[in-house]
């Protein structure tokens, strides 16, 4: 308790907010002395109460956002969440704590997420916003980088220079608690003791919708138990002899898991079989795993996960080849399918069309089979998974009629509990009963077609392996000679989703880019004894690139050659995904933007394939033959020169000196010399250019190392992302194309 305040200060209600994390609960117990909060993330708000010197303390524990995806991926029951959680410390908190973790770096893209999440509460809550940086061993070395990270200095001033450090492994230091208070009381002084108060059409909209979605919830579960009693009841009148059948062919029951990258399909499995069956790593062929399980023999598929938010068109071959022959790892075809689905992220309709192509791949009849299976269930905690469909809107809504109401749910953490599986294989024998065949027919001739592209692919690989070995030696013979270049500038560009920032901070060896590049960006570093500088750009559309977006992606390119500080570029480095198609539009897009530079640029290029934590025993060249004639004539357009660069081993230095060694011998071949523009063409250009290239770092500089419309949300347009804001010719293009810059979900699957 403060004597000198002027107002009451007998009371301090906090609201703790946050990225995904344990800090906000592990920052919440150090406040009140004691474990209270659970550091699990689930979705209700939290509210325990304490009293320190005098102080009755209330602290409010929000569920954490995404801190490396965009607002709208946060689930529709997040966002009401968040707008209710000032009605659990009425009538409202006087602090909203801003807890950041000092090791997790903080860019122009954790910045942009963070503003998109407070701006539910308006430009007021800056006024009762403090900034806590928490961290386990807080030097003066790690201080000094907070202080001098730029997007941090703008938050801290955005809250009105407010921050405050907290050691959450010393809960005994009760001075650095106290401090703390101290700050909070000043605050609440300099607010004349008035507390945050949230708009009130705001609230009344989100109950209301909440309540809506709670009544209907309800309808919803009761369609879903009279259909199981009508199953049930069929299954009955049928005949002990039917039933009986039934029973037998449930005694071997045969299982394919389908979904999107990170969507839970390998734990999913695991929960299934009762043990660690499927490593829970990318995936580029199926994995079969079998067990017995209540005294039936399963047999689980696991297929390759893909892009949610990819459209058929986008996806690999590969995979989509991988989808038509899971059926047949399980002869004579899999009893069911399960669809599954993560409830702690948004379902748009991007991503229902994405499962709509894809699950087309098996033909029309598949939905009869289908169950959707919902993972990380013990994020909802208290809520009912119905709650959740409501909630999410009709894209989801879709999904689940279209399965014929066949849902379940998963807690993966929670594989003791034998009950959910034993739940899930009670629906599938209620599905298999409701249907004429035991099981999935599958289609033979798509089969046949898959196996014999399958032959001509593994065919077609291995002769470009032949063919670039071949040229791999004569080039080494070439460049014996060739001096070792002490200083490289390359360019990197490609798709806007192609990791271009983690490819450069690969080359790099250090964390210092923005996911999201937005401007041209020059990194310098000093690699393998050589002074490397990387210009990032900006990825380009593939789809819809006319008009000021190919004016944009040109005068990108064209500045990333001609503003150099550091000479000529010895390399244009064209960074593809492997977990992306390369079809006509891609190679109309980059012929269009690479046009003003000539054609003798492409003497100057190599192809550099992205991967994550793909398993490395598929060769990329199987890759390359599979994807066809476009991704084999830009190989061929930049003389066979290719890398592959795993961005998940930025520690790995080999990768990059292989790849170094490279654009040496590639530099060797144009006769040492670098690329450069003709006078003719540079002047040509040169009125384009109004824009400077941005330097973010140099070698002496800190380095930190470490669509669904909101506004059919019911939260009002206080949810709207300011970066979502495009013109509307922009923004229809994004979700007609599928690819939306979704970053990446921690990797779970």
């Known amino acids: 308790m403060n004597p000198s305040s002027p107002y009451d200060s007998s009371e301090l209600r906090i609201l703790l907010l946050g990225p995904k994390n344990d800090e906000k609960s592990l920052a919440g117990n150090t406040i009140l002395g004691k474990t209270e909060f659970d550091s699990k993330q689930t979705l209700q708000c939290v509210e325990k109460h304490s009293e320190i010197a005098g102080t009755k303390i209330t602290v409010v524990d929000t569920p954490g956002w995404w801190g490396n995806l965009p607002f709208e991926e946060n689930p529709e029951l997040y966002k009401q969440e968040i707008v209710l959680s000032v009605n659990k410390c009425p009538p409202g908190p006087h602090v909203l704590l801003l807890v950041l973790n000092v090791d997790t770096p903080f860019k122009q893209n954790e910045k942009d997420i963070l503003c998109d999440n407070m701006r539910c509460f308006g430009e007021e809550v800056w006024r009762h916003t403090i900034v806590l940086f928490t961290c386990a061993d807080l030097t003066e070395d790690k201080t000094t980088r907070l202080l001098e990270n730029e997007n941090l200095q703008w938050l801290i001033e955005k809250c009105g220079n407010r921050y405050h450090e907290l050691n959450i492994k010393h809960w005994d230091d009760g001075y650095q608690v106290t401090q703390l208070i101290k700050k909070m009381q000043e605050m609440v002084d300099r607010n004349r003791g008035n507390h945050y108060k949230m708009n009130r059409d705001t609230l009344q909209r989100v109950e209301e919708k909440r309540r809506e979605q709670q009544k209907r919830a309800v309808e919803r579960r009761i369609k879903h138990m009279q259909l199981k009693d009508k199953t049930t009841t069929e299954e009955t009148q049928t005949g002990l002899e039917q039933v009986e059948d039934n029973e037998h062919h449930l005694s071997e029951l045969k299982i394919v898991l389908l979904g999107y990258n ?147 749910v998963f807690n993966n953490k929670n594989t003791d509990d034998g009950s959910q599986v034993a739940e899930l ?47 791999k030696e004569f080039r080494s013979s070439v460049a014996a000679d060739a001096a070792e270049l002490s ?68 005068r990108n390119i064209w500045r990333s050659v001609t503003e150099s500080s550091s000479g000529g570029t010895h390399a244009f480095i064209l960074v593809q995904s492997v977990d992306s198609s390369f079809a006509e539009e891609e190679k109309g897009a980059l012929e269009k933007i690479m046009e003003p530079l000539g054609e003798r640029v492409w003497n100057h290029t190599l192809v550099l394939f992205a991967v994550g934590d793909e398993p490395e025993e598929t060769p990329i060249e199987v890759f390359i033959a599979s994807e066809g004639d476009m991704l084999q004539w830009l190989i061929e357009k930049c003389g066979n020169r290719y890398h592959v660069l795993n961005y998940k081993n930025c520690g790995d230095g080999s990768q990059v000196t292989e790849l170094l060694k490279k654009i040496e011998e590639m530099v060797g071949e144009n006769r040492g010399h670098h690329y450069e523009i003709d006078r003719e063409t540079l002047e040509k250009i040169k009125g384009t250019i109004a824009v400077p290239i941005k330097k973010a770092h140099s070698l002496d500089d800190p380095v930190n190392f470490g669509d669904k419309s909101s506004l059919s949300s019911g939260i009002g347009s206080a949810f709207v992302s300011q970066r979502s804001q495009e013109a509307p010719g922009e923004s229809s293009s994004k979700m ?14």
């Open 736 to 749: 007609s194309s599928g690819v939306q810059s979704l970053g990446s979900i921690p990797e779970f699957d």
């Open 425 to 471: 294989l009670d629906k599938i024998q209620e599905m298999i009963a409701g249907n004429e065949e035991p099981c999935f027919m599958i289609n033979e001739t798509n089969l046949q077609e898959v196996k014999e592209r399958r032959i001509k692919i593994e065919e077609r690989a291995k002769q470009l392996q032949d063919e670039v070995q071949n040229i």
């Open 262 to 408: 990170s969507s839970g399909k390998s734990s999913a499995g695991n929960t299934i079989l009762g043990k660690p069956a499927f490593d829970c790593k990318r995936l580029r062929r199926s994995v079969i795993q079998e067990g017995d399980v209540s005294g039936r023999h399963i047999t689980v598929v696991n297929t390759p996960g893909r892009k949610r938010n990819y459209h058929s068109k986008y996806t690999p071959r590969l995979y989509k080849d991988e989808i038509v022959l899971s059926p047949s790892h399980c002869p004579p075809g899999p009893h069911v399918f399960l669809l599954v689905i993560r409830v702690d992220v948004s379902f748009t309709e991007v991503y229902r069309k994405a499962v709509e192509e894809h699950v087309a791949l098996l033909g029309l009849t598949i939905w009869d089979r289908m169950i959707v299976l919902f993972t990380f269930g013990d994020w909802l905690r208290d809520t009912s998974i119905e709650v959740f469909i409501e909630s999410e809107g009709e894209a989801l809504q879709w999904i689940i009629n279209k399965c014929g109401n066949r849902y379940h």
């Open 487 to 554: 200083e490289m500038r390359m360019v990197l560009l490609g798709p806007h989703y192609s990791s271009i920032s983690l490819t450069g901070e690969t080359l790099l060896g250090r964390h210092v880019l923005d996911k999201e590049i937005k401007v041209n960006v020059e990194e310098i570093g000093e690699v393998a004894g050589r002074k490397l500088t990387v210009v990032c750009t900006p990825g380009f559309e593939k789809d819809y690139l006319t008009g000021e977006r190919l004016e944009d992606s040109k």
